[in-house]
């Protein structure tokens, strides 16, 4: 493993000089490679990213999001994704190809305020991002509480290889699922759910606090609550 | 595409109205407790009067001018007061730039008329010169943030900057209004606390936040004096409300007023 060096910048800062390949939020000038955002950067072998500290939910394909239906129209759901962008879900990816409005009713399968785990299926500059639920677990959520977090702070909720989301997950007994928009419902018993969202605020709150695995485990305390 | 109003996730509005069953709500509240209020007075040292004012996460700023005006014509001795309020488009994902909203328009008119019928300020002696000249008070109001209930955090501002606002003190002249250097309060007589209670299917909330607002069938805003004088009102939304409801309405606006008044006058003295 190569070393990783991280550094807070803010926009006009030079991250690095000389030949690296940069992801979103850092601008080449000459040899120079400018922050663009408030955030952390992380220097790496040949290769430098820039994670935000604020910022929006920006769409990406094959991204897991989870939305909230605003509005039905003829041809599909209109769905808030947290995003600048509002996402949609076309009524053929729901009833299959031989879709028609005349004949098939939108509101009958997922109404205004829903819930709906789905999936980035195309996202383009010049179009709002299409969203599908084919696939095992994605379409209707029937319970929960809802949880916002800005969504750069995801990747810090879900740890890595998904160690912080497991630990919160297993220490309250509750479902949680986690949308790359920084939507999470929580599902489990009261006094899970509570717990959990004290968690995970915690972690939204000291997300570059080092070790914030054991702050987190020490938070939720010993043994396993709730479960029933 | 421009999001239009707040829609409730299906989920939450279950579990709001299951808590409400058992008179609890969402955010821990007692169905008749308000959010945290919190009142900064002189916020704005150009003003003549200012006050910021934080319900829950509603943020208001309401400044005061006091300059002279012609009267108008059917209170030619009277001075004038002016309440209007303004949503900037920061404040909310569904605010919008451009000629104030409806709900602004609505909001401007409720604040004022709270202030107004309750004879919060003493108009008469406002007066100058009858017919010619008197002072004029201008109130305005900008909402920062919106977390529902903007009625009572907008009056909570105008009455607190108000309380606290100093004018020059005017002496004619020649017929004339003249300003001199001495600084004195605007005659303040009373203060009307206004106080919103939403209806969310059978049950009356006091101070719906954002998610309640947009989750309730209707809505009314009393505003009360120092007496217990219910001095305006406002229902809104489509739905109805029942004759005991109301009375319901009116006796917790009078006891919740009452605590209110206590936190303005504390803030404003």
Redesign the interface.
Known sequence: MPMIQRKQVIPGDVVAKGNYRYGSYIEKRGEEYVALRVGLAEVGRDEIKLNPFTGPYLPRTDDEVIG???DINGFGW?I?INSCF?GFLPASFVFGRDFSPATHDLSSKF?????LGTRIESYERSR?PQLSIRGEGYGK??????VKISPTKVPRVIGRRGTMINLISEKTGCDIRVGQNGVIVVDGSPDGIVKAIKAIRLVEEETHAPDLMSKVEAALGGGVVGGN | ?M?KNH???????E?MVQLLASGKRLDGRALDQPRNLNIETGVIPKANGSARVTLGNTLVLAGVKIATGIPFPDTPDKGILMVNAEILPMSSPYAEAGPPSEDAIELARVTDRGIRESEMVDMTKLGLIPGKSVIAVFVDCNIMNVDGNLFDATSYAVVSALRTAKMNRYVVKDDKAVATDELIPVPVERTPVSVTIARIGDKLVVDPNSEEEASMDMRITITTDDYGNICASQKGEASTISPEQVLQAADTSISVGKAIRAKILEATS
Do not use: F, L, N
């Open positions: 909230k239906v605003i209109v808030d509002d109404r205004v305020g829903d819930i709002d959520i029937s319970s929960g509480e809802i | 595409m999001k829609v409730v996730e299906s989920i939450t509005k579990r």
